[in-house]
């Protein structure tokens, strides 16, 4: 549906959408100077019921005395030279000037890339990402993009970790989990994500290990050493209980899950190889399916075309990314930290963790007995 123009925008681009929704439906000229009137509100609708009676013979003709009149508010269209007057301020931080940057960009038709290489290099501050720029100049727009991307990421990761050292510690033997005792630290830092339903799988992982006190699954255990859980869109659903596994050789898609996706078996891709755990068993995969992944929140969001393996085993995850589809993404895991960076076109993107959601899986991997294969 387009939103009514009431002449505080761009009327071309008004014009512009209104004649592509026409077309698309076969509308006649005749049919569209009538209609359009019916796109105007407010000023827009006034200056349309003063035009003289049998003054406008076709829909262009109509077109140019719009644009023509209400051109004042149409937003100056940027150039070639406003790249060049972009400048990073002094308190600016490097990814917000990256995104402006980045937007410009794209708003200027046919621009030659090496004038918007130079055009970025002129302009930053002469840090660590300049001087890498001088050393080995980039080759194309994407390429210089994509590394500013990542010195953003870097630098956002361990300015977090600088801050994090800097804070007291109160128990320096560690017996403790850092916030364990009262909601403070980690109010502020754990996001507030719901799972959705009781726990009814156990994943296939190593679980358990020493902890402080004896047998993990009973002990204390401290909230950093969990398993990355993060929530993610397959397809065109958002998928809760994703472990991030930077040690897996496939990405895994657990039947149950790949059901709730309503796929169907005409979706998978035969295959005849096997999976081998850790222990040296031997696990048959249904089948691959090819599906997109979205990482992040709009607006820094990244998608990838994943070949997960099915598989048909009981699991408290409904997926597992592997280390390949991590080094696509460009990520940078920090359990630590319980989140996940990685470099979008629009800045560094960020999945947090849910440390309540991976704590009750943790659970109930250790605790639900393993169905024999």
């Given amino acids: 549906m387009l939103e009514a123009y009431d002449g505080s925008s761009d009327p071309t681009e008004h014009v512009a959408t209104f004649h592509m929704q026409m077309t698309f439906y076969g509308t006649s000229n005749a049919i569209m100077c009538w209609a359009f009137p019916t796109t105007l509100r407010g000023i827009t609708r006034g200056w349309y019921s003063r035009l003289p009676p049998s003054s406008i013979h076709s829909f262009d003709q109509l077109a140019r005395e719009f644009e023509g009149n209400f051109l004042s508010s149409a937003r100056p269209k940027p150039t070639a030279a406003s790249l060049l007057e972009m400048r990073q301020k002094e308190e600016e931080h490097l990814g917000q000037y990256l995104a402006c940057f980045t ?7 046919d621009v030659h890339p090496s004038l ?3 055009a970025f290099m002129i302009r930053i501050k002469p840090f660590r990402l300049f001087w890498s ?6 080759t194309t ?3 210089m993009l994509q590394r500013a991307n990542q010195y953003v ?4 990761l361990v300015a977090e970790k600088h801050e994090d050292h800097k804070r007291p510690r109160l128990n320096p033997l560690g017996v403790h989990p850092l916030g364990s005792q009262g909601g403070g630290w980690r109010e502020l830092c754990e996001p507030s994500l719901h799972p959705k339903g009781p726990v009814e799988r156990q994943i296939d992982v190593i679980v358990g290990g020493p902890t402080v006190g004896g047998i993990s699954s009973l002990s204390e255990y ?3 050493d969990d398993a990355l859980v993060i929530m993610a869109r397959i397809a065109n659903a958002c998928v809760r209980r994703i472990m991030i596994d930077t040690g897996s050789a496939a990405d895994i898609l657990y039947f149950d899950a790949f059901h709730k996706l309503e796929m169907t078996n005409q979706d998978l891709i035969p295959m005849t190889s096997t999976l081998t755990g850790f222990t040296g068993d031997v696990i048959n995969p249904v089948d691959v399916a090819t599906l997109p992944v979205t990482f992040g929140d709009e607006p820094r969001t990244k998608t990838l075309m994943v070949h997960f393996m099915v598989v048909d085993l009981p699991s408290t995850y409904n997926v597992i990314i592997w280390r390949p589809t991590l080094n696509k993404l460009r990520a940078i895991v920090s359990t630590y930290h319980r ?5 979008t076109s629009t800045g560094p993107g960020e999945i947090k963790s849910d440390p309540q959601e991976s704590r009750r899986c ?9 169905k024999t294969r």
Wanted: glycine share 0%; net charge positive; proline share 18%.
């Fill in 153 to 156: 990421t870097v630098k956002t």
């Fill in 339 to 343: 989140s996940m960076k990685f470099p």
């Fill in 222 to 224: 401290p909230d950093h």
């Fill in 141 to 143: 727009v994407p390429e």
């Fill in 103 to 109: 937007d410009k960009v794209r708003a200027i038709p």
């Fill in 133 to 138: 720029l001088v050393e080995r100049p980039p």
């Fill in 116 to 118: 918007v290489i130079q």
């Fill in 362 to 370: 943790y659970l109930a991997a250790t605790t639900i007995p393993k």
